[in-house]
């Protein structure tokens, strides 16, 4: 009986064991690692390319910006190498600048459609644009992302290189689904914060377009669809939460749009199923400066491609961009 008890007790600590060292460092390298959207790998899928929805289009110059600059340049912290698009305004000395941000498994090519909203509205006149690639995608470095935590720093480097090479002090931030949390979240984060007041940098809108607006919840609701047990969901939440610094509860917009309180359009369908609309909706309620849009049926960062919805879309960017 001695011996059983040893061999089962040896048992339940491999299995403990087995559960802490790779059950929750798999669940959690889900959340982190994800392939990397370069531009060869999006232009020769069609069905990856179909959902980009930019047809033969390959630059800003295919939506009447001939005069953008391809522009390198480097993350704040870990020394990873960043790109983007910068298209300068139709009228000089235009000091605000439109930073378009993708979201996950994507790069800047999908966001370059929004290009014709900004030539369509004339907006051109009013903003400089940028379209980077963060981390982990396009023409940028490889790189493990946290839910939009290392995007964040990636916006704020790509503000301090437009500070420094264009003299670009304040910016609207446009972001898709975790560039959206991203965006949020760069206005939010202490350190990211101190830096943009050391550097003079300053947000004045966003553009938030079905976007990831709490990560643990939606992390949770997607984990209860694949079948993942609470009790893994929890332990493994506990080692994400040490790739983001602790951060994670804060990474939530009843959070992130209460604390710094900037104007902020959100764009959304309740046919998505990646964001969650009844997760967005309860994270924003009440908010007096938060502008909701709710675009009914639409799929997740779909909106602007579906022809029923695409000149209400493109007028309700134009207007709030203007809006004083």
Not at 85 to 112: D, Q
């Amino acid at each position: 009986m001695k011996k059983f008890l040893k061999i089962f007790a040896v048992i339940i600590v491999l299995i403990v064991l087995a559960f802490y060292f790779l059950v929750v460092p798999k669940t959690v390298s889900m959340i982190t690692d994800y392939d990397r959207h370069t531009f060869e790998s999006v232009t020769t899928d069609s069905t990856r390319l179909a959902s980009y929805a930019i047809g033969e289009k390959r630059s800003p110059a295919d939506y009447g910006f001939p005069e953008f600059e391809e522009i390198d340049f480097k993350t704040i912290y870990d020394d990873l190498n960043l790109n983007g698009w910068y298209i300068p305004s139709s009228k000089p000395e235009v000091s605000k600048t439109l930073i378009i941000s993708h979201g996950r498994t994507s790069n800047r090519l999908k966001a370059m459609k929004y290009l014709e909203i900004v030539k369509d509205k004339g907006l051109d006149s009013l903003y400089n644009v940028f379209i980077p690639d963060l981390r982990n995608s396009g023409n940028s470095d490889e790189a493990k992302t946290g839910m939009g935590y290392e995007f964040a720093e990636d916006i704020t480097a790509a503000m301090s290189m437009l500070k420094g090479s264009y003299q670009q002090e304040e910016f609207v931030l446009w972001g898709f689904s975790m560039g959206a949390m991203a965006s949020a979240t760069a206005i939010n984060r202490p350190d990211l914060v101190e830096l943009q007041q050391k550097e003079g940098l300053k947000v004045t809108k966003l553009i938030l377009a079905s976007p990831l607006s709490n990560i643990k919840e939606t992390a949770r609701v997607a984990g209860a669809d694949m079948g993942i047990p609470n009790f893994i969901f929890n332990e493994s939440w506990k080692g994400f939460e040490k790739v983001i610094d602790g951060w994670g509860d804060n990474m939530k917009f009843s959070y992130l749009l209460s604390n710094n309180k900037v104007p902020t359009l959100v764009l959304y369908g309740n046919g998505d199923a990646t964001t969650p609309s009844e997760i967005l909706e309860a994270e924003i309620e009440g908010m007096m400066h938060v502008y909701p849009i709710l675009f009914k049926g639409a799929d997740h960062v779909q909106i602007y491609t579906q022809p029923e919805f695409k000149e209400r879309y493109a007028t309700m960017v134009s207007d709030f961009l203007r809006m004083n």
